[in-house]
């Protein structure tokens, strides 16, 4: 199982749009690994999770071909995660789609609500729309997917995706602030190979629907505890927002010791 993390980035970017903070313009001056796009992340060709504003940058940039995506699964409906405009490109006389293509697209009610108000004829789209709550999973092909239940705030409910096949485990974990108890009880004993954690808040201290490094490096060692973490299990920290200022690497300085990798665009996770 092969994730390619597209974007790494809050809702954004880095540097961000009008922005003339320090940490934006550093970011520029020093490109490579410090540009980010929105979050989003490819799965062995066939999965994708979110659809963003950048997404046809991310095809760009990272050899995304979209048409091979046959299950799509959304975290939750903000804009930087949920751009609906992007399945509008599915209609005939934008693209030319296979007659026997079909898209799953799965999220919470909120998410089938927005997407549905965009697009009342669906079969347009050849998309086939799925409402999915947390702790059922949901088998596409080779992988199993289960919906864990994020604390992102708001009355929505928000999503991390738990993905399973012969080869491994990753946990997508962005766009969460403290999990809640369930969510440790489902994901204790797992064994998972790679774990994905919300930094938005960089080197501070996060708080409500997003976290920061100390709270990242305190809910790899609960995983640690719980024996969720597989014997040399990737643990790694991404969505970054630029109000945190900490840069790559000064990122890097801070999680190395604890054994964390720092996100980057176009980073492969393979297990």
């Not at 009355?155 to 440790?184: K, V």
Request: hydrophobic fraction near 40%.
């Amino acid at each position: 199982m092969k994730l390619k993390v597209l974007g790494t980035a809050a809702a954004e970017g880095w540097p961000a749009l009008w922005c003339v903070c320090d940490a934006c313009r550093e970011a520029a001056r020093r490109g490579g690994r410090d540009l980010r796009m929105r979050a989003a992340y490819n799965v062995d060709d066939y999965l994708q999770i979110d659809l963003g504003p950048d997404a046809l940058t991310q095809m760009w940039q990272f050899g995304v071909d979209y048409s091979k995506v046959e299950h799509l699964f959304f975290t939750h409906s903000h804009g930087d995660h949920c751009e609906p405009e992007h399945l509008f490109f599915r209609r005939r006389g934008f693209s030319i789609i296979p007659e026997d293509s079909l898209l799953h697209v799965y999220g919470s009610e909120q998410v089938m609500t927005a997407l549905q108000q965009h697009f009342p004829v669906l079969p347009l789209l050849q998309a086939q729309f799925h409402s999915i709550r947390s702790f059922d999973s949901v088998d596409c092909g080779d992988i199993r997917v289960t919906p864990l239940r994020a604390d992102h705030g708001g009355d929505e409910e928000a999503f991390n995706f738990l993905l399973e096949s012969d080869s491994g485990r990753i946990l997508q974990g962005n766009d969460t602030g403290w999990y809640p108890e369930e969510t440790w009880e489902f994901l204790a004993g797992r064994e998972i190979d790679a774990v994905l954690l919300d930094c938005t808040y960089g080197l501070h201290s996060g708080g409500g629907s997003h976290l920061g490094a100390p709270e990242v490096v305190q809910a790899m060692a609960e995983l640690q505890s719980l024996g969720a973490l597989a014997p040399n299990a990737r643990k790694i920290a991404t969505h970054f927002s630029h109000n945190g200022a900490a840069l790559y690497d000064e990122l890097a300085e801070y999680f190395t010791p604890h054994g964390i990798e720092v996100a980057y665009d176009g980073m492969i996770v393979e297990v």
